[in-house]
């Protein structure tokens, strides 16, 4: 179905909301005018728009198979990839050193929700190697960098990340794969990885796999983790792809949703591969991976919300049904128009986060430890809420359809599919709270105060203009101090049980702050959306400041049999 790219709408969020203008005055990023940043938005859309939106119903219906050991892609997927590669998309943020573009995070942050939103399974290929790049850049060797970044920037090859195993899950240091040194500055990888993104594919000239293992006589856990660089075509002297490696695709998941996205069982025999890093040191490597991909998961989801809400807006203006007056439209109704509207509300809320959490790593990078502190504390939440709403946004985008909505040919189940995995990989949901109320409150609350002070005093700043959607504002700015306040009386662990509800209550604040932004900056239809988040969807933060403060034992009290029918 047609995709839009809200290219409008990164443009005012960017100028009027976030405050973009603050990374255009920095050295690394002053070519960044608004003309500039016009042109990739507009340029990235474009490409959305016209090639990848088309492919997402195509890798739905024929999805991407295993044939004698090699993977065969969904059609039209070699033609969308060679679009993204050819256009620099994939080596957006990788520095120009090695090819790359050197975009602030927050314009790359755009680009890969454009993607997300226009063919989801088809942009997990080019974020996994994003993050892959990363992770080199920061970690491997001059040698490793000079024969494998320019290769992975180009898009000539692609990146994966190997972590999860059968027996190990979230537990990455229950890990069992071994890398034995063979004498000759490589290692040997043996063992077998599961869940993994875009394992191989049909139009890339190599697959350059990232693999945790453990070293011999390493220690248990996480601190005996090293990370290595696993070609599928071992580089000949030249750095072409030469010999064939000792690992395979065992096989793909049958999967709920994202079906052109080869997800696969690995399996390495012996397999030849090179050090990433000091020994034992995987899993700061790992986290450089995991925390670009953790944004990036969280702003593909709001991509999903965004394609999610363009489909059910234009069926709701097509529908008549009832006698709701004006067109006859379903838009009339009033229980649909409020659907339509928490889906838009939602969508721009969580835009804004994602958006905010890329601009506080962008600063951060400019040796701001402010900016650094707050990009820790929202990564988290970016990630966690939006994929919330990437799911519940799509989920109401079925509800708008009505019946139709669950069947399969309208597409609007596709989203849900889709959306649904966002929630789990990277760090699942639960993972992010439990970080954003355990590591990243090892602060005091330092970084969350910041923030909520920051709030309370444009919330503050905005009663002369717009005083009935700043008074909430800053009354939830200060509830939610309170429960700051309240999680950090409380040991790390007895903090668990509430991690969720204090993420959402958090998010809720941070959506109706960037609403309240958008009302002061814009008019008409940004005014009256932020009215409708500020007075319908931020109460629910008091639900959610209860469920924290109802302690640890209205869970921890129930047992299995509690749980049993």
Not at 339 to 365: P, S, V, Y
Not at 392 to 419: C, K, P, S
Request: aromatic residues 6%.
């Amino acid at each position: 179905m047609p995709f839009n790219a809200p290219v409008e709408d990164f443009r005012f969020i960017l100028e009027r909301v976030i405050g973009f203008s603050d990374i255009a005055a920095t050295v690394r990023h002053a070519e960044m005018t608004p003309d500039v940043t016009d042109a990739i938005l507009t340029e990235g859309g474009r490409m959305c728009d016209g090639v990848l939106a088309p492919l997402n119903r195509a890798g739905d219906l024929q999805p991407a198979r295993l044939e004698n050991g090699v993977v065969r892609t969904s059609p039209g997927y070699a033609e969308g990839y060679r679009a993204i590669a050819e256009g620099g998309w994939v080596g957006m943020a990788a520095t120009p050193e090695h090819g790359g573009m050197g975009l602030p995070m927050t314009l790359v942050t755009c680009i890969n929700e454009m993607m997300g939103g226009a063919c989801l399974a088809l942009q997990l290929n080019p974020l996994m190697t994003q993050a892959e790049i990363e992770a080199l850049e920061r970690h491997a060797s001059p040698d490793l960098q000079k024969l494998y970044l320019p290769k992975l920037i180009s898009g000539e090859w692609c990146g994966t990340m190997n972590l999860t195993e059968p027996q190990a899950g979230s537990d990455v240091g229950a890990l069992k794969t071994k890398a034995e040194p063979d004498g000759e500055g490589t290692y040997r990888i043996t063992g077998q990885k599961i869940y993994i993104t875009w394992a191989d594919n049909d139009f890339s000239d190599n697959v350059v796999h990232m693999v945790l293992a453990r070293l011999p006589g390493a220690a248990e856990g996480t601190k005996g983790i090293s990370l290595f660089l696993v070609p599928k075509l071992i580089p000949d002297a030249e750095g072409k792809p030469g010999q064939a490696n000792s690992l395979r695709v065992v096989s793909l998941e049958h999967k709920l949703g994202i079906h052109g996205s080869p997800t696969a069982v690995m399996e390495y025999d012996g397999a030849t591969g090179w050090l990433v890093g000091e020994p034992h040191g995987g899993m700061a490597a790992m986290f450089t991976m995991m925390n670009n991909a953790r944004l990036g998961v969280g702003s593909q989801a709001v991509g999903v919300a965004e394609a999610a809400t363009q489909a059910a807006l234009a069926y709701a203006q097509e529908r008549r049904q009832g006698r709701a007056g004006g067109s006859g439209a379903i838009v009339e109704h009033a229980d649909v128009r409020a659907m339509l509207a928490r889906m838009r509300a939602e969508t721009f809320a969580a835009r804004a986060i994602t958006l905010a959490c890329a601009k506080a790593i962008d600063l951060g990078r400019e040796g701001d430890g402010a900016a650094r502190a707050r990009a820790a504390l929202l990564t988290p939440i970016a990630k966690a809420f939006g994929t919330e709403t990437g799911i519940n946004v799509a989920d109401l985008g079925i509800q708008v359809h009505g019946g139709m909505g669950y069947i399969e040919e309208t597409g609007a189940a596709q989203f849900l599919r889709d959306a649904r995995i966002t929630a789990i990989y990277e760090g699942t949901n639960g993972i992010q709270a439990m970080d954003l109320v355990g590591r990243k409150m090892m602060d005091g609350g330092a970084a969350a105060y910041a923030l909520i002070d920051e709030i309370e005093a444009d919330a503050k700043a905005a009663r002369d203009g717009v005083a009935e959607l700043a008074e909430p504002v800053w009354q939830a700015a200060e509830a939610m101090r309170e429960a700051t306040e309240w999680l950090l009386e409380h040991e790390t662990a007895d903090r668990f049980a509430g991690a969720m509800p204090y993420l959402r209550a958090f998010a809720r604040l941070l959506g109706a702050y960037y609403h309240l932004r958008a009302a002061q900056a814009g008019v008409g239809r940004r005014r009256r959306l932020a009215a409708f988040y500020i007075r319908r969807m931020l109460p629910e933060q008091a639900a959610h400041i209860a469920a924290l403060r109802a302690g640890p034992e209205s869970v921890m009290a129930l047992d299995a049999g509690d749980l049993s029918v």
